[in-house]
């Protein structure tokens, strides 16, 4: 299987990029990004392309493709509406739309979060933004389109979030970890469990298209 990870220097991105390389059925993992990984793995092509709204230059380059994990995005700590829909929404599916034009049999995974209003009309800014993105992605022509929506993810194996608050939250959480999970086992997950079910995704599907904590934890 050949693979294509967006934000693959993210926290989350990090443990897909992990669990593929310790893949043996994964021969090729290919990144986009605005900055190389330097991952010198010799199954990783990284292509550095600074402008994720237009692929016209690099589309040959992503065909032949199984599938997607699209693990790029951007908080909405103080960012206004338009802000974080520009991010997280146009940005999204300038990517998308281009991958379903190009290489349409892929399947295209992409890591929301818990409480995304599908909807698009809750009170929450963020929330209504994702939800519009899940929507818009699930009427593209893709083979297969999953959304994930973890709650709690723990970094493991030296992964890092890139977000200085995130650092900080996981770093106070991480004595309390081992309660919550036992309190709450099916919100909270790992980079490397959530790897691993984007993997499973990619090979064998799942039931429905919108993946809850729940449904991200039986896998």
């Keep these: ?16 990029m ?25 199954k990783v092509r990284e292509i550095v392309h600074a402008d994720l709204f237009h692929l016209q230059s690099i589309e040959q380059e992503l065909t032949g493709l199984d599938a997607c994990f699209y693990c790029l995005g951007a908080t909405a700590a103080g960012k206004s509406e ?3 829909a520009r991010i997280n ?8 739309e281009t991958l379903a034009r190009v290489d349409p049999d892929m399947t295209f995974v992409y890591v929301s979060g818990m409480g995304t209003d599908s909807t698009e009309r ?18 593209l022509p893709f083979r297969a389109a999953y959304m994930l929506r ?19 939250g996981y770093t106070l959480m991480t ?8 309190l709450f086992p099916r919100a909270i997950t790992s980079t490397e469990h959530l ?11 799942y039931s429905k298209p919108v993946l809850e904590s729940a449904d991200i934890a039986l896998l």
Excluded: F
């Excluded at 929404?89 to 998308?96: F, S």
């Excluded at 973890?150 to 900080?168: A, C, D, N, Q």
């Design 1 to 16: 299987m050949d693979v294509l990870i967006l934000g693959a220097t993210g926290m989350v991105g990090q443990g897909v």
């Design 122 to 139: 809750g009170r929450t800014m963020w929330a209504r933004v994702k939800g519009r993105t899940e929507n818009a992605l699930l009427r």
């Design 195 to 205: 790897g691993r079910v984007m993997l499973r995704l990619a090979r064998s599907g």
């Design 18 to 42: 992990r669990e593929c390389l310790l893949d043996d059925g994964v021969a090729r993992v290919v990144t986009l990004g605005r900055h190389a990984t330097g991952n010198a793995h010799p």
């Design 89 to 96: 929404y146009d940005m999204t599916l300038a990517v998308a």
């Design 175 to 182: 004595p309390l970890y081992p309660v919550l999970r036992a």
């Design 82 to 84: 338009a802000e974080y």
């Design 150 to 168: 973890p709650g709690i993810i723990l970094p493991m194996h030296g992964i890092k979030s890139k977000t200085t608050l995130y650092r900080v």
